[in-house]
């Protein structure tokens, strides 16, 4: 049980998740962000699972078949693309990904800067979200709106840093109603 290593873990994440967020003008999301990860089924598997390099999801899915931890995290947490798939509108019965706002899709950048932040250390370079990104993206359940978005910011924090893609965010939410 590794209680100490999995709190330190979740609270550098969730605090660099809040400083990219409060660069991209998200305050609320920033603040509230991954709140869930202190809620016990997430915290004890976290702790029971936790070896500090990668997702201690990871290895309780391993070890169990499933992970208790994530079913509950995607749920509760909208810059999951996961909490966003669903029935097709198109009554055959077949999953999809649905168009996530605006708003979760700017987290979920920051959420992934900032797990590559917090799990890569010194050896993290602005290519690394796309990089982890790149090596999985087949098999995500993603709205094409959505992909489409994502890719073009995890681009863009590639090419071109951090400062530039948040300041381009806020120029993005600016234009929005509250509710996209």
Same mark, same amino acid.
């Given at each position: 049980?590794?209680?100490?290593?999995?709190?330190?873990?979740?609270?550098?994440?969730?605090?660099? %998740?809040?400083?990219?967020?409060?660069?991209?003008?998200?305050?609320?999301?920033?603040? #509230?962000?991954?709140?869930?990860?202190?809620?016990? %089924?997430?915290?004890? +598997?976290?702790?029971?699972?936790?070896?500090?390099?990668?997702?201690? +999801?990871?290895?309780?899915?391993?070890?169990?078949?499933?992970?208790?931890?994530? *079913?509950?995290?995607?749920?509760? +947490?909208?810059?999951?693309?996961?909490?966003?798939?669903?029935?097709?509108?198109?009554?055959?019965?077949?999953?999809?990904?649905?168009?996530?706002? *605006?708003?979760?899709?700017?987290?979920? *950048?920051?959420? #992934? %800067?900032?797990?590559?932040? +917090?799990?890569?250390?010194?050896?993290?370079?602005?290519?690394?979200?796309?990089?982890?990104?790149?090596?999985?993206?087949?098999?995500?359940?993603?709205?094409?709106?959505?992909?489409?978005?994502?890719?073009?910011?995890?681009?863009? %924090? #590639?090419?071109?840093?951090?400062?530039?893609?948040?300041?381009?965010? #806020?120029?993005?939410?600016?234009?929005?109603?509250?509710?996209?």
């Amino acid at each position: 049980m590794h209680i100490w290593g999995h709190f330190k873990t979740i609270t550098k994440h969730k605090l660099l %998740v809040m400083k990219h967020c409060f660069a991209c003008g998200m305050y609320g999301q920033g603040l #509230r962000h991954d709140l869930s990860k202190y809620s016990p %089924v997430e915290f004890w +598997n976290g702790c029971r699972y936790w070896q500090g390099d990668h997702s201690p +999801n990871e290895a309780e899915r391993r070890a169990k078949g499933y992970s208790a931890a994530w *079913l509950h995290h995607k749920g509760r +947490n909208k810059h999951h693309l996961e909490y966003w798939i669903d029935y097709t509108a198109d009554g055959d019965h077949s999953m999809g990904g649905m168009k996530m706002p *605006l708003r979760y899709v700017c987290e979920m *950048l920051c959420d #992934r %800067v900032a797990a590559s932040e +917090n799990y890569m250390g010194d050896a993290y370079t602005d290519a690394a979200p796309w990089e982890y990104y790149a090596r999985s993206r087949g098999h995500y359940i993603l709205h094409p709106e959505t992909r489409a978005l994502l890719e073009k910011l995890l681009l863009m %924090v #590639r090419d071109e840093g951090q400062a530039k893609t948040y300041a381009y965010i #806020r120029r993005l939410l600016k234009q929005t109603t509250k509710f996209e």
